[in-house]
């Protein structure tokens, strides 16, 4: 049966207390209204329908995307209104509704909750809650069969006792829709047209109300304000430490790992505390990560070793090489297999070699280092004249002394060494030595200053 999606992110969002529409807030580094529209991709619905009020122009600038449908309600009336503005773009069997700042919800709820919907049912979901204030209650007769909702502000203190609340998320009917949304009306405690109130409807017309129960509370919790925010994000890097360990992965602390992006992993990997995983990463087998690394839209090859402190962003690690501690690979770096780049060690769009090595504190940059080829600390290739960027080549094994100064664009050939402290300007051939240097002199019996008196 065909599905059309409504999710709802017109509302204001106060208790954010901030400048950004609250479906922007960030949970897992994205956007709760992206998540929530990324879970309804997986649904395969013909269509998918945003409706936006607060900040309009801003959900539509950062989340605009071909497959979505963004619809505006002006002025926000209640649920039920914001609904009945996406009516005329809706023309599915079946129709869900879903929130924007609702983000956790999973794609397999949603996919049993779909399964109760046909022209005599609908559904709803629903959870059990603790402390069930502000949530509209699910009315059941003596039989269990659902009735009506009631909104906490227009419940009795009886039906305040109801611990079933609704989640807001339902799934109906489409032919259906636009008759009861246009008999909503908004004679009720908060004087707005309830989306809630088409359940009662459904009933007197004779259809059944199925409900499902979602896994948890935080699947369905909302984030009104920035504490919730945090129980949201918390939650779902709870999740995602869990799925990896399903997947083979060591996780000293699952309660100090963060992932804001997609990870694909190997067998056998361990991964340190405070490590913070962004963008699109890739973790081969046995890669061992250290404490307190960054690591952004980057690839682990096997047995790669990436130690603490270090921060990777669009980079890639060799097999069986090793980074850091303290090390900073800048897009474009990579490390051939067996590398090694110790700390202090910045590279930006270089590739090193199998087994070259950069031990301490250099910078390399717009750089191409052959297998084998040995980095003294303190080297810098010079690769900018405050205009342009010029590339710095180095064949295999070479050695370059400490503390030199490779002015690019220049290029040294296999089995080259400078001397320490070289400031290289011109190519060196293979197999010679440069040395760019002030020639070193003794002086006999010089005497060191003597300190002047002063009275
Ligand atoms: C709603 C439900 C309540 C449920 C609760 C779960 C109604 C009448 N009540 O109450 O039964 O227990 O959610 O959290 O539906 N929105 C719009 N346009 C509007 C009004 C709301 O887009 O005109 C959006 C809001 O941005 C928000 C969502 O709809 O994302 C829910 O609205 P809100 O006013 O927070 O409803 P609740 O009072 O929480
Ligand atoms: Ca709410």
């Known amino acids: 049966m065909s599905l059309d999606i409504v999710i709802l992110a017109a509302g204001q969002g106060t208790r954010m207390r901030s400048a950004l529409p609250k479906v922007l807030h960030p949970v897992a580094g994205k956007p709760m209204l992206g998540h929530v529209i990324d879970t309804a991709r997986q649904l395969k619905p013909q269509g998918i329908h945003v409706v936006i009020g607060h900040g309009a122009e801003k959900v539509r600038e950062q989340l ?3 497959d979505l449908n963004f619809v505006l309600q002006a002025e926000q009336l209640g649920t039920g209104h914001a609904v009945a503005q996406a009516l005329p ?5 079946r129709v869900l509704i879903l929130y924007g700042d609702v983000p956790l919800i999973e794609a397999a709820t949603l996919e049993r909750l779909l399964e109760q919907v046909n022209d005599q049912q609908l559904g709803l979901l629903t959870v059990n809650l603790q402390d069930p204030t502000g949530y509209g209650r699910i009315v059941r007769d003596a039989q269990g069969t659902v009735q009506a909702i009631v909104e906490h502000k227009d419940a009795s203190e009886a039906q305040r006792l109801i611990r079933e609340g609704n989640t807001g998320i339902l799934a109906v009917p489409g032919k259906r829709l636009a008759d009861w949304l246009g008999r909503l009306s ?17 009933v007197a017309d004779g259809l ?30 709870y999740r995602a430490a869990r799925r990896l360990m399903v997947q083979g992965v060591t996780l000293l602390d699952p309660a100090r790992f963060d992932l804001r992006g997609e990870v694909s992993v190997g067998r056998d990997v361990t991964i340190d505390v405070n490590v913070i995983l962004e963008g699109q990463v890739l973790i081969e087998d046995g890669v061992q990560i250290g404490a307190n690394c960054v690591i952004k839209d980057s690839m682990l090859r096997a047995g790669a070793i990436v130690k603490a402190n270090s921060h990777l962003e669009g980079a890639e690690v060799g097999e069986g090489a090793d980074c850091g501690p303290f090390a900073r690979l800048r897009p474009g770096s990579v490390l051939g297999a067996k590398a090694h780049v110790g700390n202090f ?5 270089a590739v090193l070699g199998a087994g070259a090595k950069a031990g301490h504190l250099s910078y390399l940059g717009d750089a191409e280092i052959g297998a084998r080829t040995n980095i003294g600390a303190g080297t810098i290739t010079c690769n900018y004249d405050g205009a342009n960027k010029f590339r710095t080549v180095m064949g295999e094994d070479v050695f370059i002394g400490s503390n030199s100064a490779l002015v690019a664009p220049v290029t040294l050939g296999d089995g080259a060494t400078t001397g320490a402290g070289s400031v290289v ?15 070193q002199r003794n002086i006999d019996g010089w005497k060191r200053p003597l300190k002047i008196k002063r009275d």
Do not use: C, F, W
Request: aromatic content about 4%; charged content about 25%; hydrophobic content about 40%.
């Open 64 to 66: 605009a995307a071909d």
């Open 89 to 93: 773009a809706l023309s599915a069997e």
């Open 186 to 202: 908004n004679s009720n405690a908060q004087g707005e047209y309830y989306l809630t109130d088409v359940i009662a409807m459904a």
């Open 208 to 237: 059944v109300v199925a409900t499902e129960q979602a896994q948890d509370e935080l699947e369905v919790l909302g984030a009104n304000d920035r504490i919730q925010l945090s129980q949201l994000e918390r939650h779902y890097q």
């Open 345 to 349: 060690v910045e590279l930006k769009n």
């Open 425 to 439: 300007t011109s190519d060196v051939p293979a197999n010679t030595l440069a040395v760019g240097r002030a020639k």
